[in-house]
């Protein structure tokens, strides 16, 4: 039927666009500008595909995808040695989450808190490209710290409890004073791994702070990011 079909595009979209990053990355120093060229490329087609869908029914999925397409393309440029395209692609993100954090209050709020810290990711890596220190969106993470904690309160579950550390990482990388340390904040993700060990979940966990980690005025250096990065891995 017609909203399996839409369904089976959404994946492709999201599936393209992932592809492309992955053979990009599993170039590693050896990607040329014809490897560029080609993850550009395909982001771009993932990134078509799930804007038509979008404009034919967006829903906080849908545009969830399109802020997470852009996020893939910044870390493309990133690779890429671009810092003015990863900044546009940036700017696109967050914007993109927005629009995806306002569908999710007037349609589906249970979703809201994903959104929301996907867009606050994007402001800690603007924050960083931007070259001096800017604060958060306040009213975002006040209300997305208190929109966890009553999850956690509850109906706890791995996001709410993985959420709340996030928060308090993205505080610390742009430099908030009384933000908890990095060797605080590495012992929580390592309880809650012993906690939670189910694989799925943590995968996301680390994709997101790999794209965080190098980020921030207060970006941690190699020991300190790999001792985040074996907590969560």
């Known amino acids: ?138 009213s975002l993470v006040t209300r997305l710290r208190s929109v966890l904690a009553e999850h956690s309160r509850q109906d706890p579950d791995f996001w709410s409890e993985s959420g709340l550390i996030e928060v308090d990482l993205y505080e610390h990388l742009v430099g908030r004073p009384g933000a908890p340390s990095l060797s605080r904040i590495a012992h929580r993700y390592a309880d809650l791994r012993r906690r939670a060990p189910a694989r799925t979940e943590w995968r996301g966990v680390s994709e997101q702070l790999e794209f965080v980690l190098s980020t921030g005025v207060a970006a941690p250096g190699g020991g300190e990011a790999q001792q985040l990065l074996a907590a969560v891995r």
């Not at 595009?9 to 599936?15: A, F, I, M, T």
């Not at 802020?67 to 910044?74: D, I, P, Q, Y």
């Not at 914007?95 to 569908?103: F, K, T």
């Open 1 to 138: 039927d017609a909203s399996a079909s839409i369904k089976a595009s959404e994946e492709l979209g999201n599936l393209l666009v992932r592809q492309a990053l992955t053979r990009l990355q599993a170039k590693g120093g050896r990607a040329k500008s014809a490897d560029f060229a080609a993850a550009r490329d395909g982001v771009e087609k993932g990134r078509r595909l799930l804007l038509a869908l979008s404009a034919l029914l967006p829903t906080v999925e849908r545009l969830s995808l399109a802020g997470s397409t852009w996020k893939r393309l910044a870390l493309v440029e990133r690779l890429a040695g671009d810092r003015e395209a990863e900044l546009a692609c940036i700017v696109a993100m967050e914007d993109a989450y927005r629009h995806a954090v306002e569908r999710a209050d007037h349609t589906d709020p249970a979703s809201w808190d994903r959104p929301a810290i996907n867009q606050l990711a994007a402001q800690v890596r603007r924050c960083h490209l931007h070259g001096s220190p800017q604060a958060l969106e306040a």
